[in-house]
């Protein structure tokens, strides 16, 4: 069975400071993949998504930049992060045309 | 208009009663549609697609589809207290198939 795994769980970081969240998917080959965020009390923000290796499609302009090094891993990074950053961020991946998501555990990201 | 739309809620119902949640969306080339349950604090859980006019049922949850009006639903039925939860509505548009719009969730509330 595949499982998506998140790290870290919670981070708190101050303004001005680098971020590096990681997402890795165990289970199957080529899936895509997906960062989203969610700000409190509101929806899901798609950030980024991923076709394949390299591939990377930015939706939402920002300080934020992802990247895929590896089939089953995807990185979102940041050189300076702003208050605004904050919120739960949450990898997703996906396989077929029908483009069922499933989420990993998620990072709370507390900018302050 | 939003691309996706679900009142926010909260909808409150008696445990043991039928929740019917709603969700309408604008694009008339959408194919897929799913229903995601999010409790406070976690990431969205998969829990029902549907990509065909008319019903499916999956044990206590039904999903009704109707394209021509532009509308699908969730019904849960013999609502538990662990029901209680925001529930989220996402289309997948055949124009950009790696992409899920997302509406902003119900809330739920199921009083013991």
């Known amino acids: 069975s595949q499982t998506i795994h998140q790290w870290p769980a919670t981070l708190v970081q101050p303004v001005g400071s680098p971020l590096s969240l990681e997402c890795t998917v165990e289970?199957?080959?080529?899936?895509?993949l997906y960062w989203y965020r969610q700000a409190a009390g509101r929806g899901l923000q798609l950030l980024f998504y991923s076709v394949g290796i390299g591939q990377i499609s930015s939706e939402v302009p920002q300080n934020l930049s992802a990247s895929r090094p590896q089939d089953r891993q995807f990185i979102l990074s940041s050189k300076k992060l702003l208050l605004s950053d904050s919120g739960f961020y949450l990898c997703?991946?996906?396989?077929?045309?029908?483009?069922?998501?499933?989420f990993g555990p998620g990072t709370r990201l507390t900018v302050l | 208009q939003k691309e996706v739309e679900q009142n926010s809620g909260p909808l409150s119902v008696p445990e043991g009663a039928i929740a019917s949640l709603n969700c309408t969306y604008s694009?008339?080339?959408?194919?897929?549609f799913f229903w995601y349950r999010q409790y406070s604090g976690k990431s969205p859980e998969l829990i029902m697609s549907?990509?065909?006019?008319g019903d499916k049922e999956d044990g206590r949850f039904t999903a009704q589809l109707n394209k021509a009006s532009q509308y699908v639903s969730l019904l849960i039925r013999d609502s538990q207290p662990s029901d209680s939860a925001t529930y989220l509505c996402a289309v997948n548009r055949m124009d950009s198939s790696y992409k899920l719009i997302f509406g902003s969730g119900t809330r739920l509330l199921v009083r013991p």
């Open positions: 549907i990509y065909s006019n």
């Open positions: 694009d008339r080339v959408s194919q897929s």
């Open positions: 289970g199957t080959s080529n899936p895509n």
């Open positions: 997703a991946w996906s396989v077929g045309s029908n483009n069922e998501q499933f």
